[in-house]
């Protein structure tokens, strides 16, 4: 499928947020996709065009804009930018991250003169914030990938009206057993009939990530990106694709 990928600048206010944009000439619903903690990487923007290749519009948006625009910082695997990367994740302001998000997802809808709201996917710091934007934007649904820090937002996770969907490998450094737990139990608090809850045993974090040699995990990724498109195409009424595997 030919996708056309450009570069765009969102209004936030008064300024503008850069993002990468790609989509299929016909798509059949919008994502916004929430970088990790590097910044709009390669690895990040091909996830988009893996996404805009399966029928969707997806904007990544450039979410440390207030602190440095357009941060490329690999993949974690030199340990300065790492560390740079870990800098900019405790200087990020989530709660006005949040609403520059908000921004995001209103402006996906307009461009696409849609009348679905997207739908959020997020890696890691993304993945928490997937869930900050969800409570503050109506969404048609939310996707966190191995999400950082989420035993710490059950209120968050309560407030969300759309239907969620979160993964996390058995294996992960940032998310230990008791925190996917905690996420696990906050899910089926909710009650919410279209909530769906992985693990992948022996993943890693990042295991997603293509780019991340050393925690990539090809069957974890393709069991993970199987489930969030079948996720996806619930989310904007298409009810036809099998389910795969069973959730945990």
Same mark, same amino acid.
């Given at each position: 499928?030919?996708?056309?990928?450009?570069?765009?600048?969102i209004p936030i206010g008064a300024d503008r947020m850069d993002a990468y944009f790609t989509r299929p000439a016909q798509?059949?619903?919008?994502?916004?996709?929430?970088?990790?903690?590097?910044?709009?990487?390669?690895?990040?923007?091909?996830?988009?065009?893996?996404?805009? =290749? /399966?029928?969707? #519009?997806?904007?990544?948006?450039?979410?440390?804009?207030?602190?440095?625009?357009?941060?490329?910082? =690999?993949? !974690?695997?030199? #340990?300065?930018?790492?560390?740079? /990367?870990?800098?900019?994740?405790?200087?990020?302001?989530?709660?006005?991250?949040?609403?520059?998000? /908000?921004?995001?997802?209103?402006?996906?809808?307009?461009?696409?003169?849609?009348?679905?709201?997207?739908?959020?996917?997020?890696?890691?710091?993304? =993945?928490?914030? #997937?869930?900050?934007?969800?409570?503050?934007?109506?969404?048609?649904?939310?996707?966190?990938?191995? !999400?950082?820090?989420?035993?710490?937002?059950?209120n968050l996770i309560q407030r969300i009206q759309c239907p969620l969907q979160f993964h996390f490998g058995t294996n992960?450094?940032?998310?230990?057993?008791?925190?996917?737990?905690?996420?696990?139990?906050?899910?089926?608090? @909710? =009650?919410?009939?279209?909530?769906?809850?992985?693990?992948?045993?022996?993943?890693?974090?990042?295991?997603?990530?293509?780019? @991340? /040699?050393? @925690?990539?995990?090809?069957?974890?990724?393709?069991?993970?990106? #199987? @489930?969030?498109?079948?996720?996806?195409?619930?989310?904007?009424?298409?009810?036809?694709q099998p389910a795969v595997g069973a959730p945990t």
């Open positions: 499928m030919e996708l056309l990928s450009t570069n765009v600048s798509a059949n619903g919008s994502i916004v996709l929430i970088q990790e903690i590097f910044g709009v990487t390669p690895a990040m923007r091909a996830i988009a065009d893996e996404l805009a =290749g /399966a029928g969707y #519009a997806v904007v990544v948006p450039d979410i440390y804009w207030r602190l440095a625009r357009n941060l490329n910082l =690999g993949n !974690g695997e030199d #340990a300065n930018e790492r560390q740079t /990367a870990v800098d900019y994740s405790l200087r990020y302001d989530e709660v006005t991250g949040a609403l520059d998000l /908000a921004a995001c997802v209103d402006w996906l809808q307009a461009e696409q003169a849609a009348d679905q709201r997207p739908i959020v996917f997020g890696f890691c710091l993304g =993945g928490r914030m #997937a869930v900050r934007m969800a409570a503050a934007t109506p969404l048609s649904g939310m996707i966190s990938m191995y !999400g950082v820090g989420l035993n710490k937002l059950g992960d450094n940032h998310n230990p057993v008791e925190v996917i737990e905690a996420v696990s139990d906050a899910v089926i608090k @909710r =009650g919410h009939e279209g909530d769906e809850f992985y693990t992948y045993e022996g993943a890693e974090h990042a295991f997603y990530n293509r780019f @991340r /040699a050393d @925690r990539f995990s090809p069957v974890a990724h393709e069991l993970a990106k #199987a @489930r969030a498109l079948r996720f996806a195409a619930k989310c904007f009424g298409d009810f036809s």
